[in-house]
Structures are given as C-alpha cells and as structure tokens.
C-alpha cells in the first residue's frame, strides 16, 4: 500500500483532487520510501514557516519599544547596543528580536507608513500626561 501513491491517498481517504499539494508530497515519500530517490528534507518544509516565526510583542512590550522609538526619533539619534540590551533586560526579548523591530519602525518612517497601534497609542498618552503631571509637580516643590 506504502508503495503505490494512490492507494495510500485511498487509506487517509483523500485523492488527488481534496489536496493536490498534498498528494504530491505523498508521491514523492513513496518513492523515497521505495529508493527510487534520495529523501531532501529542504522539499518537506512547511511553505508558510516563514509566517509562522513572526515575532509578535504584547501590548506592554509594544509601549517599551515605541516609547524609547519615538526618543531617538524625535532627538534623531541612532540607537547604540547598550540601549538595545536595557530594552532586553525590561521585556525579556533577545537581541535579534529588538534590533528586527527597530529596523522595521525605520523602515515604516522612511516609506511614511509609520503608525503606533492604537492601544499602545492610549497608554502612551497616558504615560506622557503623568510625566508631564509629576515633572510639573516636581518644579512646583522646587518653587516653594
């Protein structure tokens, strides 16, 4: 059964026509199977793997990152290592992680398609008003 495509396709109750892409993954595993080719594992990957790594951060890490992101933006400087290992250390997240969401906010900014996602919108603002609120408050005890 192993050997002939179509009747193992029969077996998992499927035909060529329910999945084509499928049936010709079986086909080519039957004749590795049967010796007839050398078994290549780079032609069994999944084709959406590359979707399936995307990093995706919480709305909390998003603050961190937006938060120092717009500094260096608005100042117009370009972020050094150690910056990048001091958002590490507050979001739990690798380098590579950081450095890959950086590039892509200046990427955004270039091609003008640069946005803060709502969410993290409203607690940014949040956090600017009480900033500004106990910076106010701070120079208002210097007074006295």
Not at 118 to 137: D, G, I
Request: with cysteine.
């Amino acid at each position: 059964m192993i050997r002939i495509p179509k009747l193992l396709a029969v077996g998992l109750n499927m035909d060529y026509y329910s999945d084509p892409g499928l049936f010709n993954r079986i086909s080519e595993l039957c004749k590795v199977i049967m010796g007839q080719e050398k078994m290549i594992l780079s032609h069994y990957a999944d084709d959406n793997a590359m979707i399936k790594t995307k990093t995706t951060f919480t709305t909390k890490e998003q603050v961190t990152l937006f938060r120092y992101f717009e500094i260096y933006k608005h100042e117009g400087k370009t972020i050094n290592s150690q910056i990048i290992s001091e958002i590490c250390e507050q979001i739990n997240r690798t380098e590579k992680e950081i450095k890959q969401w950086w590039y892509n906010r200046r990427s955004d900014v270039r091609d003008n398609t640069y946005i803060i996602p709502v969410n993290v919108q409203l607690v940014l603002n949040e956090f600017t008003l009480w900033s500004a609120q106990k910076q106010n408050q701070e120079s208002n005890n210097k007074i006295q």
